[in-house]
């Protein structure tokens, strides 16, 4: 029996129609899902892009393989809140690479006070046109052989961090035994801790703001743990009122000195105080010794260039 060419089509276009229609889509062959541990699962160890509706989702993925670029098909409207995979982030990500564009992570929080948008454990990472919201902690991770560069760009990270747990966490804190770099995104509203924590051997971090007036309990604007190279240029700091910490802004090898530090260039930044913030911060602590002549950089009254710790 023949079917009429009317209806013959019609399902023949359904499966297509419920793709397009689907949350998340895999861009690379149209197939749907209603949810995104479906669509990260089905990649397996493939290169695909995971196209993501508007939409505010309670869910969340681990990536145990593959490279794949979630990418919000409308940047700042596709949003992920409150549940975490694993205890640890809404995406747990240790494929063989992975980015993020245009999603919204907001409200995490976990036991241990790491509950994060982002938790990184292999793989490089991109982090795009995002936005990190009210949680314990934006992003985390590394420490991993297979991490070795984390770009993060044109991202803002807002309302993080504490230390009212064993361990603190911060607006990001990464472990790369490689690069880290952190351009044209802002930092504030910090709620405890550092907003950016870094233990990496070279760093970037250019044309992004910290702005600390807002901020409660919050430590360093940056902190290089372990030392480190790089450039940190072209930045916009606001110390705050309110400080858990306010010895100073850009604090490197505070609890050891794993990576040299010669070489490293801060210069073309602007800092100031927020009105009622303590005075006489460091803009520069150097606990390594091997900083150098800093380049210029633009002090508001009541910070001084440069410390050298012990």
Do not use: W
Not at 102 to 121: H, K, L, S, Y
């Amino acid at each position: 029996m023949r079917l009429p060419i009317l209806v013959a089509l019609a399902l023949i276009a359904a499966p297509a129609t419920a793709q397009r229609t689907a949350p998340f889509v895999i861009a690379e062959t149209g197939q749907g899902f209603a949810h995104l541990d479906d669509a990260v699962n089905a990649v397996r160890d493939g290169t695909a892009t995971i196209l993501i509706a508007p939409g505010t989702y309670r869910e969340c993925t681990v990536q145990t393989g593959g490279k794949i670029t979630f990418k919000a098909v409308q940047p700042g409207t596709a949003i992920f809140e409150n549940q975490v995979c694993e205890e640890k982030a809404a995406f747990v990500l240790r494929g063989r690479g992975s980015a993020v564009d245009g999603i919204v992570f907001r409200g995490f929080a976990v036991p241990d006070g790491n509950g994060a948008g982002i938790r990184i454990e292999m793989g490089d990472l991109t982090v795009t046109n995002s936005m990190f919201l009210d949680s314990q902690e934006g992003i985390l991770g590394g420490g991993h052989e297979t991490v070795r560069r984390i770009t993060i760009d044109h991202t803002t990270f807002a309302g993080l961090g504490q230390c009212e747990t064993e361990n603190c966490s911060h607006s990001i804190y990464l472990a790369v035994d490689g690069d880290v770099i952190v351009s044209n995104s802002r930092f504030e509203r910090g709620t405890g801790g550092h907003y950016v924590k870094l233990r990496a051997r070279r760093v970037t971090i250019t044309g992004t703001s910290f702005d600390d007036s807002k901020g409660n309990k919050t430590n360093y604007m940056i902190d290089l743990s372990e030392g480190g190279t790089g450039s940190i240029t072209g930045n916009t700091f606001v110390q705050g009122p309110r400080k858990e910490n306010s010895s100073g802004l850009i604090v490197v090898a505070a609890e050891g000195r794993t990576y040299p530090s010669t070489g490293l260039r801060i210069e073309g930044n602007t800092a100031t105080l927020a009105p009622g913030a303590p005075p006489s911060p460091a803009f520069v602590a150097d606990f390594t010794g091997q900083i150098g002549t800093l380049g210029q950089n633009d002090l508001g009254p009541g910070i001084r260039i440069f410390e050298r710790r012990r």
